[in-house]
């Protein structure tokens, strides 16, 4: 280990210098100082200089029993099997009588062979996958662990049943250490939970916590820590350069656009002003949180607003944790009621003014947008890479359509678009550039520890000194040198006080500056065809606090009783042979079944019985997808993942070109047909469903780009073509090496399987993939009633002939029953008693109440809703508001059966109340009428 004397100078003994003098003597230095062999035998890199300092103060404190939190900046390697492995050698080392220390020796190490690790299932099957010593087996309450004798190393799923997991190590676990990987890649948020109960279950056994630098821990664990902050890897890789620049190379960047910066601002501060009042009042609703994430969308606009309304709809549901486009959100905040007139009128004006300026918005390019391809395309011409980091997977693709639009398809070998969010997001190769699209929340903050040249934080020009201060904050506790006689002077000196823990929180107090951060206004407005006109905000004194919401973490919006403006999809529920639980799947959801030595991509909704579909074993996802394999199967997942970002741009193009005949597959294989592609109509649906990687014939890629208006058709077809073909011989190399694996892994006398340039112990490989046979699949309802069947027409008529003084269905209504797809006759018979024995007695004598009458719904169950926006039904007028009697009357009010656009489960049935004849009389009973988001 050779640190730079140079950078130390000044001092007269700092950590670095205690780490210089005593390396020698560290247990196991060979490994720690590059031996490149023995790492690349078990198929892990060689640990860099900072990671080497961080897994050597490990290995110091573990030998004499204590415990530790290793934080370092956020990168691409795996550091939870590089700290396994360095446990490893301790362990055999301690085992051979080389280390005789109060924990870790011959003596101890007899009795306790097992390493524990917690972390999320996926990335350590990647992490240990190719592991030929550490003898990895995973423990789940459905693979229980036995006790061994040998030594191994048990690998523990962070979000499963903890308590029951515990239990099954206490009896038959003995380890000698616990790893816990705490970051947003491992238990998470489960991590404070697991680590505060393991003394319990574990009593004495030193527990190694990893997390990434920077990231935002709420409750100190009891235990020692070493924080890696960026000057120190700069220091520890010896460059003088980059750790006098380490801490000063961000930049806080904001577009002047006076009209986004008026309208958020003046948004943001209304919004946190109703959300003070309604607290007031009772607490908010799930009404308001549709309005905030309307909100947060606005404020965190990378790109068009068309643009991001027509990408957000390919990926729109309902469900638990919807997703849906701007304007659906403010469709579901529209219906918000307050309890005071105050209240309400605020809430009128943020409507009001959110609508005017989505007026406005609909044909222009806000500043924002512009100022992120100002950045990236300058970099560009400086032949430097970027990477823009933004929220999700969804805004990253959205982004990199835009970006790909304005600066070319060639830009992928150069620029990076990559979400923060998720356990996929993973970091992105060195950059001279990153830029920060997304907001920085607490779970997001420590992405300011990429290893980058330059790096620019995105704002508005309202929020500039908040954010700069939240960022220099930040900067100067994670990016200044540590110390130099700190916690990490102690720690490495083996000096800690007893019954106390060194937490490394101080840095080195004579580089501290205010200035570390820098604030830059870009000359860019915007391109606005109609100049919007937004009032400057002027905050109410005392309420100066407010954009501190703004960095706050968003909690999770969960189900709204309203329907998404895209169809729910279909479920499937395969039935696998050997598997006790069955597995729901979208029918459009794309798996990888076997066909001979090849793997192919179908749907769902195509699987037959005695298909041969291949399982990952410890994914909650269950049955394998492209991109699954792909990341855990190829060697250069980055390379593949841009080729793989080309080829779905095929799909792109398919669904521009149903867009465009309005969904009908006949009418756009006609289009194919009139250039010379001669394809069938079953062909074209299995396109529209996502049922194949791309077609080999170039001409139907050529005119599905041309049909779309992408720029360049042409050459993007050729490269979308020759992407293709790129995945589709992945898939059969991949297909074929995996058929062979799991042939050969079944044999008693193989002890490793090896598919490309990787290699993987059986036991990894079997609880990795398996390839289950399919018993039994349940597709959606046949969309026809058969004749036999009882009609929804057939309830309503012999309802109106039990009940004429009751309930009226109009002329209206009977036609659309007549082509009514529903399929649950039950529900819509009880839907109509209610409208008899509920709503009929509280209009007639208010011998009901509305709280009864939503108690006989709930149990259908259905729901009432007392009527649409008046944007929805000016929208839409022809379809709520029908005349009845010579008279124009709103049939808005409606009860709701079913969340999803689907007609066969979802039905409205709109009526109103006749008070002069006192009857209901109901003008639709069918379909979802149509919104402002479908």
């Given at each position: 280990?050779?640190?730079?004397?140079?950078?130390?100078?000044?001092?007269?003994?700092?950590?670095?210098?205690?780490?210089?003098?005593?390396?020698?003597?560290?247990?196991?230095?060979?490994?720690?100082?590059?031996?490149?062999?023995?790492?690349?035998?078990?198929?892990?890199?060689?640990?860099?200089?900072?990671?080497?300092?961080?897994?050597?103060?490990?290995?110091?404190?573990?030998?004499?029993?204590?415990?530790?939190?290793?934080?370092?900046?956020?990168?691409?390697?795996?550091?939870?099997?590089?700290?396994?492995?360095?446990?490893?050698?301790?362990?055999?080392?301690?085992?051979?009588?080389?280390?005789?220390?109060?924990?870790?020796?011959?003596?101890?190490?007899?009795?306790?062979?097992?390493?524990?690790?917690?972390?999320?299932?996926?990335?350590?099957?990647?992490?240990?996958?190719?592991?030929?010593?550490?003898?990895?087996?995973?423990?789940?309450?459905?693979?229980?662990?036995?006790?061994?004798?040998?030594?191994?190393?048990?690998?523990?799923?962070?979000?499963?049943?903890?308590?029951?997991?515990?239990?099954?190590?206490?009896?038959?676990?003995?380890?000698?250490?616990?790893?816990?990987?705490?970051?947003?890649?491992?238990?998470?948020?489960?991590?404070?939970?697991?680590?505060?109960?393991?003394?319990?279950?574990?009593?004495?056994?030193?527990?190694?916590?990893?997390?990434?630098?920077?990231?935002?821990?709420?409750?100190?664990?009891?235990?020692?820590?070493?924080?890696?902050?960026?000057?120190?890897?700069?220091?520890?890789?010896?460059?003088?350069?980059?750790?006098?620049?380490?801490?000063?190379?961000?930049?806080?960047?904001?577009?002047?656009?006076?009209?986004?910066?008026?309208?958020?601002?003046?948004?943001?501060?209304?919004?946190?002003?109703?959300?003070?009042?309604?607290?007031?009042?009772?607490?908010?609703?799930?009404?308001?949180?549709?309005?905030?994430?309307?909100?947060?969308?606005?404020?965190?606009?990378?790109?068009?607003?068309?643009?991001?309304?027509?990408?957000?709809?390919?990926?729109?549901?309902?469900?638990?944790?919807?997703?849906?486009?701007?304007?659906?959100?403010?469709?579901?905040?529209?219906?918000?009621?307050?309890?005071?007139?105050?209240?309400?009128?605020?809430?009128?004006?943020?409507?009001?003014?959110?609508r005017r300026m989505i007026d406005d918005l609909r044909e222009a390019i806000p500043g924002r947008a512009e100022a992120i391809v100002k950045l990236c395309g300058e970099a560009l011409t400086r032949r430097e890479k970027v990477s823009v980091m933004v929220g999700n997977r969804r805004d990253a693709e959205i982004l990199t359509n835009f970006l790909e639009g304005r600066l070319g398809l060639d830009i992928v070998d150069w620029l990076t678009v990559s979400p923060m969010d998720g356990t996929g997001a993973v970091a992105p190769d060195s950059q001279e550039l990153v830029v920060y699209a997304g907001v920085l929340y607490p779970s997001r903050i420590h992405w300011l520890g990429l290893h980058a040249r330059k790096k620019i934080v995105l704002c508005h020009p309202f929020e500039q000194e908040r954010i700069r201060s939240h960022v220099t904050t930040w900067w100067q506790q994670h990016a200044m040198p540590s110390a130099p006689k700190g916690d990490k002077y102690r720690l490495w000196g083996l000096r800690w006080p007893a019954g106390a823990f060194l937490q490394d929180e101080l840095t080195d107090g004579a580089l501290q500056s205010n200035?570390?951060?820098?604030?830059?206004?870009?000359?860019?407005?915007?391109?606005?065809?109609?100049?919007?006109?937004?009032?400057?905000?002027?905050?109410?004194?005392?309420?100066?606090?407010?954009?501190?919401?703004?960095?706050?973490?968003?909690?999770?919006?969960?189900?709204?009783?309203?329907?998404?403006?895209?169809?729910?999809?279909?479920?499937?529920?395969?039935?696998?042979?050997?598997?006790?639980?069955?597995?729901?799947?979208?029918?459009?959801?794309?798996?990888?079944?076997?066909?001979?030595?090849?793997?192919?991509?179908?749907?769902?909704?195509?699987?037959?019985?005695?298909?041969?579909?291949?399982?990952?074993?410890?994914?909650?996802?269950?049955?394998?997808?492209?991109?699954?394999?792909?990341?855990?199967?190829?060697?250069?997942?980055?390379?593949?993942?841009?080729?793989?970002?080309?080829?779905?741009?095929?799909?792109?193009?398919?669904?521009?070109?149903?867009?465009?005949?309005?969904?009908?597959?006949?009418?756009?294989?006609?289009?194919?047909?009139?250039?010379?592609?001669?394809?069938?109509?079953?062909?074209?649906?299995?396109?529209?469903?996502?049922?194949?990687?791309?077609?080999?014939?170039?001409?139907?890629?050529?005119?599905?780009?041309?049909?779309?208006?992408?720029?360049?058709?042409?050459?993007?077809?050729?490269?979308?073509?020759?992407?293709?073909?790129?995945?589709?011989?992945?898939?059969?190399?991949?297909?074929?090496?995996?058929?062979?694996?799991?042939?050969?892994?079944?044999?008693?006398?193989?002890?490793?399987?090896?598919?490309?340039?990787?290699?993987?112990?059986?036991?990894?490989?079997?609880?990795?993939?398996?390839?289950?046979?399919?018993?039994?699949?349940?597709?959606?309802?046949?969309?026809?009633?058969?004749?036999?069947?009882?009609?929804?027409?057939?309830?309503?008529?012999?309802?109106?002939?039990?009940?004429?003084?009751?309930?009226?269905?109009?002329?209206?209504?009977?036609?659309?029953?007549?082509?009514?797809?529903?399929?649950?006759?039950?529900?819509?018979?009880?839907?109509?008693?209610?409208?008899?024995?509920?709503?009929?007695?509280?209009?007639?004598?208010?011998?009901?109440?509305?709280?009864?009458?939503?108690?006989?719904?709930?149990?259908?169950?259905?729901?009432?809703?007392?009527?649409?926006?008046?944007?929805?039904?000016?929208?839409?007028?022809?379809?709520?508001?029908?005349?009845?009697?010579?008279?124009?009357?709103?049939?808005?009010?409606?009860?709701?059966?079913?969340?999803?656009?689907?007609?066969?489960?979802?039905?409205?049935?709109?009526?109103?109340?006749?008070?002069?004849?006192?009857?209901?009389?109901?003008?639709?009973?069918?379909?979802?009428?149509?919104?402002?988001?479908?």
């Open positions: 280990m050779n640190l730079p004397g140079a950078l130390v100078q000044g001092a007269s003994e700092s950590w670095l210098d205690l780490v210089e003098q005593s390396w020698p003597a560290v247990t196991a230095s060979d490994l720690l100082r590059g031996n490149a062999e023995i790492w690349k035998h078990d198929g892990l890199n060689v640990p860099k200089h900072e990671e080497a300092v961080a897994l050597a103060m490990m290995g110091r404190l573990v030998r004499f029993g204590q415990s530790v939190r290793i934080s370092l900046p956020i990168g691409q390697g795996s550091l939870l099997s590089q700290v396994a492995f360095y446990l490893h050698r301790l362990r055999l080392d301690a085992a051979g009588g080389l280390l005789r220390s109060t924990w870790l020796n011959p003596v101890s190490i007899e009795h306790r062979g097992d390493l524990v690790v917690f972390g999320r299932s996926r990335n350590m099957l990647r992490a240990f996958s190719t592991s030929a010593v550490m003898r990895p087996q995973f423990v789940s309450a459905n693979a229980p662990v036995e006790p061994s004798v040998l030594q191994r190393t048990l690998l523990v799923s962070g979000q499963d049943d903890l308590l029951e997991v515990l239990e099954l190590l206490v009896r038959n676990a003995r380890p000698f250490a616990i790893v816990v990987d705490a970051s947003p890649h491992g238990c998470h948020e489960n991590a404070l939970s697991l680590i505060k109960v393991l003394p319990e279950y574990f009593e004495s056994v030193p527990v190694v916590v990893l997390t990434c630098t920077g990231q935002v821990v709420l409750d100190a664990a009891p235990m020692h820590a070493w924080n890696t902050r960026l000057s120190d890897v700069a220091t520890l890789r010896g460059s003088k350069t980059q750790a006098s620049a380490s801490y000063s190379a961000i930049e806080v960047v904001a577009a002047r656009d006076p009209a986004m910066d008026a309208f958020v601002a003046k948004l943001g501060f209304m919004v946190w002003n109703l959300k003070r009042k309604l607290e007031e009042t009772g607490g908010v609703s799930q009404e308001f949180h549709a309005l905030l994430a309307a909100e947060r969308a606005l404020r965190c606009l990378n790109v068009p607003f068309s643009a991001h309304e027509a990408g957000m709809l390919r990926h729109a549901r309902g469900g638990r944790f919807p997703i849906r486009t701007i304007d659906s959100w403010l469709d579901l905040a529209a219906r918000l009621k307050g309890r005071r007139g105050d209240v309400q009128e605020l809430h009128a004006q943020i409507m009001a003014i959110v200035e570390s951060v820098s604030y830059n206004e870009l000359d860019i407005e915007g391109i606005y065809p109609v100049r919007p006109r937004v009032a400057q905000l002027d905050a109410f004194r005392g309420y100066d606090d407010w954009l501190d919401t703004l960095l706050k973490e968003p909690s999770p919006i969960q189900r709204i009783d309203e329907p998404a403006h895209e169809p729910t999809r279909s479920i499937v529920v395969v039935q696998f042979d050997g598997q006790s639980d069955s597995v729901r799947c979208g029918a459009n959801q794309q798996i990888m079944r076997m066909r001979g030595d090849d793997l192919e991509l179908c749907t769902a909704r195509d699987l037959n019985v005695g298909d041969e579909v291949v399982i990952l074993a410890m994914s909650k996802e269950r049955v394998a997808t492209q991109h699954d394999l792909f990341d855990m199967f190829v060697e250069n997942s980055h390379g593949l993942q841009q080729t793989l970002r080309i080829a779905q741009k095929w799909q792109t193009y398919v669904d521009a070109g149903l867009q465009t005949f309005e969904g009908s597959v006949v009418e756009l294989n006609k289009y194919l047909k009139g250039k010379r592609v001669n394809v069938h109509n079953s062909t074209v649906q299995n396109w529209a469903h996502g049922g194949v990687i791309g077609p080999q014939d170039l001409s139907a890629i050529r005119a599905l780009a041309e049909l779309a208006k992408t720029a360049n058709a042409k050459q993007m077809a050729d490269m979308v073509g020759n992407a293709i073909a790129v995945i589709r011989a992945e898939h059969r190399r991949i297909g074929t090496d995996l058929r062979r694996a799991i042939a050969v892994s079944r044999a008693r006398d193989v002890s490793a399987v090896q598919i490309g340039s990787r290699s993987f112990s059986r036991d990894v490989f079997d609880a990795l993939v398996q390839v289950a046979k399919v018993t039994s699949v349940e597709r959606p309802p046949h969309e026809k009633v058969t004749a036999s069947s009882k009609t929804i027409q057939d309830v309503a008529m012999e309802f109106a002939m039990l009940h004429p003084r009751k309930v009226i269905f109009t002329t209206g209504c009977d036609r659309g029953m007549r082509t009514s797809e529903f399929t649950n006759i039950k529900a819509f018979t009880e839907v109509l008693k209610v409208l008899v024995e509920g709503f009929y007695p509280m209009y007639a004598d208010h011998s009901k109440s509305l709280q009864e009458v939503e108690d006989m719904l709930a149990t259908i169950p259905a729901s009432y809703a007392g009527g649409m926006s008046d944007v929805t039904k000016g929208k839409h007028e022809q379809h709520y508001f029908r005349f009845y009697e010579g008279e124009k009357i709103d049939i808005s009010r409606h009860i709701r059966l079913g969340r999803a656009f689907d007609p066969r489960y979802t039905m409205r049935v709109h009526f109103h109340w006749d008070a002069l004849r006192g009857k209901i009389v109901v003008h639709h009973a069918g379909e979802h009428l149509p919104t402002l988001s479908n």
